[in-house]
């Protein structure tokens, strides 16, 4: 029997490694793949550490069934990255890492045909002249092959097959006959070669830098090791610009470096490829990939094995981008930091900037964090030295001025006796039709999707709810339904009221939906567009929209959040904010943040390219100091004002929370979980300096006819805290009475 054993991480809770017997000593290293028996299934793991002991007697333990000898082993530096993952979320380190890679390379089913040989097609030179001769004329399929290996440079068997049944066959007699060349082409080779243009590109003409872009850009490329940056640039001003310098300069200076670009959301990847594509086409070997959910997962495998293999230079990606094997990382960008998407909601709840901002550390590179609205634990770093500020101040375009930001008083307006259209102002919509007379574009922006959130009856007081949520439905009227936006479920719209049977129900407020048919009758003539994720669920629908809009063919576009960042809209010149009071009393004390970093960002859509920009705000409390730091873009004064109101509740950045969830058939169960988990703290030391707060229910009490409820604790020491959790999760494991629980550190909703 061997004595050599591996200790391999699994994607399972259980926050321990899982010890093999392995046979063949000299195939396996940290870092590589695994196939083992786990129960009676048969599970993918990664090996963390191949020793010659174990505690386990070797007669006890199983052998690994496969190895990946393909796929080349992951970092030390990224077990690492992992490990620490793991233990800050309170996860186990299998949880984190296993996730992490692409779901084709987590099936071992599938590594015999993701890393075999490919047969590869190709018309010889010969082939190119004789072969359309050599066809009879009535031969379809087989000059539709033909045609297919003529137009482009290879065709491999897969396709070749899809285009005629005996495909194959033919091949091979046209190889001996020399039409054809077959060529066998080692398929991890293909996996690492992303698409590339067959010639580099001529270097584009480079916009000029201002003063205060050339010297982030300076700074950036001179950084010492481990550098956070946190570049606050006003909406137009040019981050990204900074991005594409910053980057130009440090992968010419190493011809090996991989650089890392993360986005919030999947939207903004296509015009961000598009700018990088465009600048580094021109730069020898600056082979570009994303990662995201949205790709298939053949298509995500290869970028993830292009970026792993390190032939893959520049890689852009959302929050789960943070966790690629990168091993010539050289520096970080995160674009939009403030943005919550950041944070992942399920699983394993991390957040992909504080990870971003940790790997910099550990690795010893520049990261930098841009955002017009930095989040406010960022802007409290910069404070304390910790993150140097780099400063945008002024739009990159040299005519271009930030928006000037007008609040329309709804009570004024219908104590005047204004008239409103369906919740839009008559100011709002003149502005709207000035506009669409001088040939500009307009957006309008409500972060409410579908047509109205409720639907009600007057006689009764009935108002349409979720049967397995305590949450009201949706309308969505263009489908004629009832949608619920927390569980999915979907109904028709009653022909009357179920309770009193009135005919007369009506929908109550408004979304996307019903703005979108109401400027089309109060504004006669324009094209309006709505971009929400009703009108996008298809596969490149969003990318196909923005174009539209980048094109002209929109005259007023209504969106929610999807169109409020990162967009550079060139001919909008009105922005008309609705229903942004609702986020004003919320119980979140985030929501004051949101709701400015939302308004300030949607803000800077209007203006871009020259043209006067106007923001209308449509409020009812005019007077509101979040409005009046909005009007004045003041961030800076809205972000020390609310640090400091922050500081004297003692709330982040000034604590550390870690927010207990859990699940139940009933409320009371739940409540009552939580409860004996607060009594369990009593006996942990590090608890003393620990604040444990009661446990109350969510907002959203009930979903998919699950109960739930939340228990917070909060510290002024982030030691204390994390010392608490450690010692606190042998107790939960333990415990009874729940359908599921967890755990998040650093919660952003509470």
């Not at 097609?121 to 379809?140: F, N, V």
């Not at 939207?267 to 990662?291: D, H, K, M």
């Not at 002024?394 to 919740?423: C, K, Q, W, Y």
């Not at 107790?731 to 755990?743: A, F, H, P, Q, T």
């Amino acid at each position: 029997m061997s004595d050599v054993f591996v200790r391999v991480a699994l994607d399972h809770p259980l926050p321990t490694l899982f010890d093999y017997r392995c046979d063949t000593p000299e195939r396996v290293a940290p870092g590589m793949l695994v196939s083992v028996p786990f129960g009676k299934r048969h599970v993918v793991g990664l090996i963390c550490e191949v020793t010659a002991h174990s505690d386990v007697p070797p007669d006890r333990l199983r052998a690994i069934n496969s190895v990946c000898t393909a796929c080349p082993p992951v970092s030390s530096e990224w077990l690492r990255l992992a490990a620490f993952a793991a233990d800050y979320y309170q996860r186990g380190l299998g949880e984190v890492a296993l996730p992490a890679l692409p779901q084709a390379l987590r099936d071992a089913s599938r590594w015999s045909r993701l890393f075999a040989p490919q047969e590869r097609y190709s018309l010889t030179p010969t082939g190119r002249t004789a072969l359309p001769d050599a066809l009879p004329a009535r031969a379809s399929a087989l000059r539709k092959l033909a045609q297919a290996l003529a137009e482009t440079e290879f065709l491999v068997a897969a396709e070749v097959r899809a285009l005629h049944p005996k495909a194959i066959t033919t091949l091979d007699a046209w190889q001996a006959e020399g039409w054809v060349a077959l060529e066998l082409i080692e398929a991890a080779a293909e996996l690492a070669a992303p698409a590339s243009p067959d010639a580099p590109a001529p270097m584009p003409t480079l916009p000029t830098l201002t003063d205060e872009q050339a010297a982030a850009v300076e700074a950036i490329r001179d950084a010492n090791g481990f550098a956070p940056f946190l570049l606050h640039g006003v909406t137009g001003s040019g981050k990204t610009e900074v991005y594409l310098r910053a980057l130009a300069e440090i992968l010419a200076a190493r011809p090996d470096a991989q650089a890392l670009v993360l986005v919030p959301e999947i939207n903004l990847t296509p015009q961000f490829e598009a700018a990088f594509r465009a600048r580094f086409a021109a730069l020898e070997g600056a082979s570009i990939v994303t990662l995201h959910s949205g790709l298939a997962e053949g298509e995500r495998a290869r970028s993830w094995f292009a970026a792993h293999t390190g032939r893959a230079r520049i890689v852009l990606g959302t929050r789960l981008a943070v966790l690629a094997s990168l091993p010539k990382l050289a520096i970080i960008v995160v674009d939009e930091e403030h943005d919550p998407a950041y944070k992942q909601q399920e699983g394993l709840r991390y957040s992909a900037r504080d990870l971003a901002i940790y790997r910099a550390k550990q690795l010893g590179l520049p990261v930098v964090l841009g955002s017009a609205t930095p989040s406010l634990e960022s802007w409290w770093q910069a404070d304390q030295g910790r993150y140097k500020r780099l400063t945008l101040s002024r739009r990159a375009v040299a005519d271009a001025v930030l928006p000037t930001v007008r609040l329309i008083d709804l009570e004024e307006e219908r104590r005047r006796g204004r008239a409103s259209v369906e919740g839009l102002s008559g100011p709002l919509i003149a502005a709207l039709k000035a506009r669409l007379e001088r040939g500009e574009q307009s957006l309008v922006f409500l972060n409410r999707r579908g047509y109205a959130p409720q639907l009600a009856c007057d006689a009764c007081g009935w108002v349409a709810g979720c049967p397995r949520c305590s949450a009201y439905v949706v309308l969505h009227k263009p489908e004629r339904a009832l949608r619920c936006h927390h569980c999915g479920w979907e109904a028709r719209i009653p022909r009357s009221c179920p309770e009193c049977g009135n005919v007369d129900i009506a929908p109550m407020g408004r979304g996307t939906q019903r703005v979108e048919e109401t400027l089309a009758s109060a504004v006669p003539g324009a094209r309006v567009l709505r971009i929400d994720a009703d009108s996008t669920r298809r596969k490149g629908s969003a990318q196909a929209l923005f174009s539209d809009v980048h094109a002209g063919e929109v005259d007023i576009l209504v969106g929610t959040q999807m169109i409020a960042k990162g967009h550079d809209f060139q001919r909008v010149s009105l922005v008309g904010v609705l229903n942004a009071d609702t986020a004003l009393f919320s119980h979140d004390f985030r929501a004051s943040e949101r709701l400015f970093a939302q308004l300030m960002q949607v803000s800077g859509r209007a203006g871009r390219a020259g043209l006067p920009g106007e923001v209308l705000v449509q409020t009812r409390y005019p007077r509101h100091a979040l409005y009046h730091a909005l009007a004045r873009h003041d961030y800076v004064g809205f972000a020390n004002s609310t640090l400091a109101e922050r500081r004297d509740a003692h709330l982040p950045p000034f604590v550390y929370q870690a927010l207990l969830r859990a699940e139940g058939r009933t409320l009371e169960a739940a409540l009552a979980f939580l409860q004996q988990a607060a009594a369990g703290l009593a006996g942990i030391p590090a608890a003393e300096r620990v604040t444990v707060y009661d446990a109350v229910p969510l907002t959203i009490v009930k979903v998919m006819h699950v109960h739930r409820a939340q228990l917070l604790i909060e510290s002024a020491s982030r030691g204390a805290l994390h010392a608490t959790l450690r010692a606190w999760q042998p107790l939960l494991r333990g415990m009874k009475g729940v359908l599921r629980w967890n755990l998040e550190v650093d919660p952003l909703d509470i």
